[in-house]
């Protein structure tokens, strides 16, 4: 698997990306005993489809450790408000792995390729 480039986290700047984080429902297979006996619905959101592609990524070092530290922090703070604010060299470092391991199936669903095209078209803010 290849490597993530890093996205210079060195460079702290005052422009931010300011992404509203979308949510809509999905249906999952109900299991009991080992049996699938029915659909339910669980709420999902951008942060849950970005946590998933980062936690696939294999990513390691003290440089996106801290990367992954400050994104964390972000994703608390867009729990609360429902916003994911992240300076410029975190939004790249995200856009990154979206753009390689964004699984393709994912494009299926209008309300996931929605809340993704937000985040790929967030733009630039000043603070």
């Known amino acids: 698997m290849a490597k ?11 422009s931010m990306r300011k992404i509203k984080v979308e949510k809509w429902k999905a249906s999952y297979p109900k299991i009991e005993n080992g049996k699938v006996v029915g659909q339910e619905e669980k709420e999902e959101n951008l942060l849950i489809a970005l946590n998933r592609l980062t936690v696939n990524a294999r990513n ?3 440089d996106q450790f801290r990367i992954f530290s400050r994104i964390g922090k972000n994703f608390d703070d867009a729990e609360k408000t429902g916003y994911l604010k992240l300076e410029e060299g975190d939004y790249g470092f995200l856009k990154q792995i979206i753009e390689r391991d964004v699984p393709s199936a994912w494009g299926l669903s209008n309300k996931i390729s929605h809340a993704i095209n937000l985040f790929l078209d967030a733009k630039e803010e000043k603070d």
Do not use: R
């Not at 993530?4 to 005052?14: A, E, F, I, Q």
């Open 4 to 14: 993530v480039k890093l996205y210079k986290p060195y460079l702290l700047t005052n």
């Open 60 to 62: 390691t070092g003290l």
